[in-house]
């Protein structure tokens, strides 16, 4: 048999194998980093806020919006004026009547006039006014954020255990009725941008904690330093962050130490640039109206001490129950009382129970999550009380903004203990049904509550009408209502119309004094409406009493000016258009009408200045009648060369007009 021939094996070098490049069919895309759960909650809690408030995109300005935007010289022209707003109180731009400094809301708003009208820029050429539009899209914008920041921040209060009482808690924020003062008045843009800043400095605070990145500790400091500039009334956070770094969030004393060295620099950093910045403004003291906080006049310490209790107990129970919203609780809205008053005793009772039940709570757990909720209230409220300091309101609905957060946070958890059935849990160990049986209910009620009541801040009528209605014996309230009504009837061309409205506005002028006959702006208005009604007399007795109330009240001194200028006694009304220029020299009505005074009385100098000043002021001012006026006043001077350079000017608005 032949033998096999064996394969003889050889130790030759083998050639490395090339693998071989993938087609593109062969090539797997890498799988995508799944969304993290936070992540997705943090997007639905910012739609929902922001589609609850989206209808106030449509509203117009209202209350003090006229103040911070509208009727400011200053903060309509847009980023130039930045500086200027840096450098100056709240209302420099306005009245110069206030020395709040919270320049950062301001400066927000200059940016989005500028926004404003680039976008609105018209092809015929030049821009259009800015809108109230476009504010109200960025208030809701921010407010989106003070949602997702605080879910965040009490995400990380427990250790990112008890995610379900962290969305249940800021949901509830978003949807709360209470907030609407904030969200839909353009003006509260400094609530908002001071509880933003205010919860990003919690976070980055927590980050440092966590983390030792002296960056985030930094970062956390100015976050509060920008709180400050947009609202002093963050200072309870001296309070606030040592409780939560000690307390809550201690992984490291010494770093707890240096958080809240950071607040305090924050805090003296603010106080010290404002301190320069009044200093540098006048100082000037502003007296406290009896109509903005009736507490003033408090028949005595004690009643004046139950009232602002009483007042405490009101405002946990609109925590709860939010009805009726209202702009204003001011005189008599809310009767002075006693101590003997049962709601006086309700409310003391409440409030002492909450401290006791907080301490016993932190006594046994120092991270007790029902102590913090009750405490963050309790410290939040603290500075409106009106018994630490006199404020300039007896109550207001945007006081509870940051106090909320205690309320909302109390009720998710108490639907984790007695609907989830155990702490610490996530999203996935909730009873679905249970929850949502009790939740939705809750959502959709303050929903609907939210979503109407923006309907009310369509514009000023609207929302004063609708409050008034609620609150009828308010004399702010209705003083409102019948100011709206005067605007109406000057505005109106039908005379039957007018008188409408003039009759109208006599009605509520009249209720609001029926029920505190010193108030000044009442007095003030229903004098003009009898002027409009060409009962000179009762004109002239109100506009007197009103300046016998407060001497400096400009729209008295300039109506009076107007009912003697009527009457052609143009030396009384010069008088009363001096006094206007003085307090309010930007009232173009007195300026205006003041020149024609002085040329009257052949002052024509003077009426020259008056009728150039009017120019600046506005010179669309009545037609644009200020050129006409200067142009023959120049006239009269003997000032031809003067004289044409104003016809010229005048000729571009009224092409008949001729020197």
Known sequence: MAKKNNPIKQNTPQRPQVQAKPTPAQKQDKPAKKMSLTTKLCIVLGLIAFLIYFNTVFNGYVLDDVMVIKDNFIVPQGMKMIP????????????????????????????????????????????????AGIHHFFNILVFAGCVVGLFTFINKLFDKKRIAVAFITAMLFALHPIHTEVVANIKSRDELLCFFFAFLSLNLFANYMKSAKTSQLIWGSFALFLAFLSKETVITFLAVVPLIFFLYIDDNKKRAIYITLGTVIA????????????????????????????????????????????????YIRLLFFPYPLVIDRSYHSIDYVTFANIKVILSLVTYIGLVVFAIMRLLKNKKDPWAFGILFFLATISLFSNIVIMLASTFAERFLFFCSVGACLVIALA????????????????????????????????????????????????????????????TRLNYYVASELQKKCGAETDPIKSKEYNDLSMKYL??????????????????????????YDSAEAHLLYALKLNPKKSNATANLGTLYLTQQNYPKALIYYRETNINDPRNVVAQFNGAVCYYQLRKLDSAIIG?????????????????????????????????????????????????
Request: one cysteine or more; a negative charge.
């Open 510 to 535: 009249k209720k609001s004094l029926q029920i505190y006959n010193d108030n000044t702006d009442a007095q003030a208005e229903i004098g003009a409406a009898y002027f409009r009604d060409k009962q």
């Open 415 to 474: 639907i984790e203990k007695w609907l989830i059935g155990k702490e610490e849990a996530g999203i996935d160990g909730i009873s679905i049904n249970k929850v949502l049986a009790v939740f939705i209910p809750i959502c959709l009620i303050f929903g609907g509550i939210t979503y109407a009541r923006n309907g009310d801040w369509k514009d000023s009528y609207t929302l004063y009408k609708a409050d008034a209605d609620r609150m009828t014996e308010n």
């Open 611 to 659: 009728f150039k000043h009017t120019i600046e002021l506005a010179p669309d001012f009545y037609n644009f009648k200020s050129f006409e006026f200067t142009a023959l006043v120049y006239k009269e001077l003997g000032k031809l060369d003067s004289a044409h350079i104003y016809e010229v000017e005048a000729r571009k608005y009224n092409p008949a007009f001729k020197l």
């Open 84 to 131: 200027d707003i840096l450098s100056s109180l709240r209302l420099k731009g306005y009245a110069n009547m206030s020395n709040e400094y919270r320049p950062l809301s301001l400066v927000m708003f200059a940016i989005e006039c500028d926004l404003s009208r680039a976008f609105t820029a018209s092809h015929e050429g030049g821009p259009t006014p800015f809108t």
């Open 267 to 314: 805090t003296g950093l603010y106080l010290g640039i404002r301190a320069k910045i009044v200093a540098d403004n006048g100082n000037m003291t502003f007296p406290i109206n009896f109509v903005d906080n009736m507490l003033v006049n408090s028949p005595n310490p004690a009643s004046r001490l139950a009232t602002e209790i009483l007042i405490l107990g009101d």
